[in-house]
Nanobody, 123 residues
Framework: EVQLVESGGGLVQPGGSLRLSCAASGFTFSSYAMHWVRQAPRKGREWLSGIDSGGQITIYAESVKGRFTISRDNTKNTLTLQMTSLKPEDTAVYYC????????????????WGQGTQVTVSS
């Protein structure tokens, strides 16, 4: 059974940083690209970033480019999103997502979702 479990969310002040993690299990983690997606209140899901199976290629949405960094540790089956310079508009539930390809694309077809972790940016 595929499981994706996010952690690391919380309340942070504008300009602050958070590090999200996604623990993956139930599949060969190193064989698949992974993504981060978020959903703000009353809005649709927004793709943020993706990383290929080997961790060599990363892509970002313009809204987070230069502020967020995606990475993965295939020895620990863990996906990470380092978020800096957080803004109130970054407030959302953040999801990690598995696709069925090793290649990364800004238009992922998600096969599995995690349960999400809440990030709130507020003073």
């Amino acid at each position: 059974e595929v499981q994706l479990v996010e952690s690391g969310g919380g309340l942070v002040q504008p300009g602050g940083s958070l590090r999200l993690s996604c623990a993956a299990s139930g599949f060969t983690f190193s064989s698949y690209a992974m993504h981060w997606v978020r959903q703000a209140p009353r809005k649709g899901r927004e793709w943020l970033s993706g990383i290929d199976s080997g961790g060599q290629i990363t892509i970002y949405a313009e809204s987070v480019k230069g502020r967020f960094t995606i990475s993965r540790d295939n020895t620990k089956n863990t996906l990470t999103l380092q978020m800096t310079s957080l803004k109130p508009e970054d407030t959302a539930v953040y999801y990690c997502a598995k696709v069925s390809s090793a290649l990364v694309s800004p238009f992922p077809i998600v096969e599995y979702w995690g349960q999400g972790t809440q990030v709130t940016v507020s003073s």
